[in-house]
């Protein structure tokens, strides 16, 4: 039984997928989430075999929800779902440790084939993804020299707060979702402006947006809904 978390901010999506889901004997949702902070917890509670993970998640973007899993879960597999095909983007889920990156556009039999290529340990990437990758390769060997993005020049607290900062949120709730002061958030606030010679969250919020951070797609609140506790005792994956 290969155990699944579904991260996705659409409704529509992540029950799509759980009904899919359903019609595969080997397969089992035991969780869904909304926002990155939520997938995060849940695969931390239930550690499950792989997490589906839609990489422009609010309040914790996929990238980053990735790179905390694995830093508490060296058993749990992620595959990053997405429309963005940016070599900057497909570079940070890897080097956050995704097994695996899929177009938006893929197929359910290819989603199957990555689960199972990724529980065996293997990589599953997207034709167009991998092209991606190949080009990106070429242009190295021949002296291309890529823009430094926010995975790059930002920390992971920095890259947290920004993202919350374009999303609406006031520092004072950054501070109560972070527990830290307001002081704190504050501080690493202007240092993301004068790192990014950025004036005001406008400017900001467009940068997050470019550089994939956020996706703007905010749901009005946020659920997770774990299955039963009799189901997390299932056979896992190997």
């Known amino acids: 039984m290969i155990r699944i978390v579904v991260a996705d901010s659409r409704g529509l999506a992540r029950e799509g997928l759980t009904s899919l889901f359903a019609g595969h004997a080997e397969m089992l949702v035991i969780g869904q989430a909304d926002n990155g902070l939520d997938s995060v917890r849940l695969a931390v509670e239930h ?15 996929g990238i980053e929800a990735t790179r905390r899993i694995l ?21 940070a889920a890897f080097n956050a440790g995704v097994s695996g990156y899929l177009s938006d556009s893929c197929s359910f039999r290819e989603l199957l084939d990555a689960i199972h290529a990724v529980c065996l340990q293997q990589v599953y990437l997207s034709p167009g993804i991998a092209h991606v990758l190949v080009n990106d390769y070429r242009a190295v060997q021949t002296g291309g020299v890529g823009q430094a993005t926010a995975f790059v020049l930002l920390t992971p607290r920095e890259r947290e707060i920004t993202q919350m900062l374009s999303e609406g949120h ?21 240092h993301i402006m004068q790192k990014l010679n950025l004036r005001g969250i406008a400017e900001l919020t467009r940068y997050a947006l470019r550089e994939g951070l956020t996706s703007l797609e905010i749901p009005d609140h946020a659920t997770v809904q774990p299955a039963p506790v009799s189901m997390l005792r299932r056979v896992r994956c190997v």
């Open 47 to 61: 550690e499950p075999d792989v997490v589906l993970m839609d990489i422009a998640l609010p309040l914790l973007n």
């Open 71 to 91: 830093a508490r879960s060296t058993r749990t597999r992620t595959i990053c779902i997405a429309a963005d095909r940016s070599i900057a983007r497909i570079r």
């Open 170 to 190: 006031s520092t004072k709730d950054v501070a109560i979702r972070l527990h830290v002061s307001e002081k704190t958030v504050g501080t690493h606030r202007e």
